[in-house]
């Protein structure tokens, strides 16, 4: 992944790689101005250190960030983080010994397998169709591990608009899988950097808003509705758990930026950031729709693909004559990059399958981009029909099986 990422910040190549919010719309007279102000009233706080929790203007306006979600908390149950991985990183840093069992989604978030990894856990993915996670599969699974006197630490799940599935847990889940947690007492964490990107259809009670915080740990983030550059994530947990964070946070890095921190909470307090985000849906809509309308002209006869109500990722499965970690190779050499569908699991599930992001480039690159994938993807197909003899190939298997990705 590291070596793709340094391809693929080549100008020459379009990345359908990264999760990268679209900051280019961002109004820089804004941001000029904010850093203007934040100069000449508060210079010597903003270059110093700040609390290790997080500064109290930030805490309070996550606190309406969250209730645009329908989810009520203090803002002092949040503990400020460096990004969304750090929060990540510190959870799995707190709960996990060498050893724990974890589980999360099959496909998962690719960026928290190296985190989950460093810290040794056994991680037990749950497979997950269009409307996510099986939460029969986990219970069957939770039931397996009481069986042999095992129990998960936690439950990982990003149950709104998934990286890199793009599917959204249903409602019926969701509320399974709180009574599951309450049963069984098991922690689950919440990741939620998603939620406030819907493009279409009605938005579902989060994982924490049906639980109340008892057993649900949230993470959010604001790379997503602002900017990943500011670093700016975090944690809402009850309080054994906030202290244990906040002592790993210490050892971290003692305390996120407090000049993007200030920046943020300037922003969030003029209330007008929905309407920003408001703008987003609108981009990143059109974006999907040119995104799947290509991959329809473009991509092989046998792959599928779904449509996502939000988020940023398309996930797509080729026909099993295509490994995508082979056809990445030969996109590269396109000028075009992906994820292969390898990277979200820790057992080399995924083989046929690729995660495609459609916020971070604009619709012509996004059209260029499939087309040009289609066209490696031919050339696998035609090797592979030179190489066997055979016309007719196999169908790969369907991870999330969401939406439906006609081809
Ligand atoms: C599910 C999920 N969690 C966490 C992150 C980390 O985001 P950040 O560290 O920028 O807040 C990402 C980024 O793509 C993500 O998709």
């Given at each position: 992944m590291r070596d793709m990422m340094a391809i693929t910040a080549r100008p020459d190549v379009i990345s359908l790689a990264g999760g990268l919010?679209?900051?280019?719309?961002?109004p820089p007279e804004a941001f000029a101005a904010e850093m203007d102000r934040i100069t000449r009233e508060s210079v010597a706080e903003v270059l110093q250190y700040g609390p290790t929790e997080g500064l109290d203007l930030v805490r309070e306006q996550i606190v309406n960030v969250m209730a645009a979600e329908d989810m009520r908390i203090e803002a002092m149950d949040v503990t400020v983080t460096t990004g969304g991985q750090q929060a990540i990183d510190l959870i799995t840093k707190v709960l996990i010994d060498p050893g724990d069992i974890l589980i999360c989604d099959a496909p998962t978030y690719p960026g928290a397998i190296p985190t989950f990894c460093s810290y040794e856990a056994d991680v037990i993915q749950i497979e997950c169709d269009s409307d996510g996670m099986k939460i029969d599969l986990l219970e069957e699974t939770l039931a397996e591990l009481a069986s042999r006197g095992r129990k998960p630490k936690f439950i990982y799940s990003v149950?709104?608009?998934?990286?890199?599935?793009?599917v959204t847990l249903s409602l019926e889940r969701r509320q399974r899988l709180v009574e599951i947690a309450r049963e069984l007492e098991i922690l689950v964490i919440e990741d939620n950097p998603y939620g406030l990107l819907r493009y279409e259809g009605e938005p579902l009670p989060t994982l924490y808003s049906l639980d109340g915080g008892g057993y649900v740990i949230y993470l959010g983030t604001f790379s997503k509705i602002l900017?990943?550059?500011?670093r700016i994530g975090w944690i809402v947990s009850p309080t054994p758990v906030r202290e244990k964070v906040v002592l790993g946070k210490q050892a971290a890095d003692?305390?996120?930026s407090t000049l993007t921190q200030n920046f943020a909470g300037e922003y969030f307090r003029k209330g007008r950031w929905q309407e920003y985000v408001d703008d987003l849906i609108d981009i990143y809509r059109g974006r999907r729709d040119a995104m799947t309308g290509a991959m329809a002209e473009y991509f092989p006869h046998g792959a599928v693909w779904n449509r996502p109500e939000g988020g940023l990722f398309v996930w797509a499965t080729l026909p099993e004559a295509i490994n995508t970690e082979d056809l990445l190779a030969r996109a590269l050499t396109k000028g075009v990059a992906f994820v292969p569908?390898?990277?979200?699991?820790?057992?080399?599930?995924?083989?046929h399958s690729m995660r495609l992001n459609f916020s971070g480039v604009t619709e012509d690159q996004i059209i260029e981009g499939v087309r040009r994938i289609g066209e490696a993807a031919g050339e696998q197909m035609a090797l592979y029909e030179t190489m066997?003899?055979?016309?007719?190939l196999p169908r790969a298997n369907r991870p999330p099986e969401a939406g439906e990705g006609e081809a």
């Open positions: 919010p679209d900051t280019s719309t961002f149950p709104t608009f998934q990286n890199p599935g793009g900017s990943a550059g500011l003692l305390c996120t569908g390898t990277s979200a699991y820790v057992d080399g599930r995924g083989i066997t003899g055979e016309m007719e």
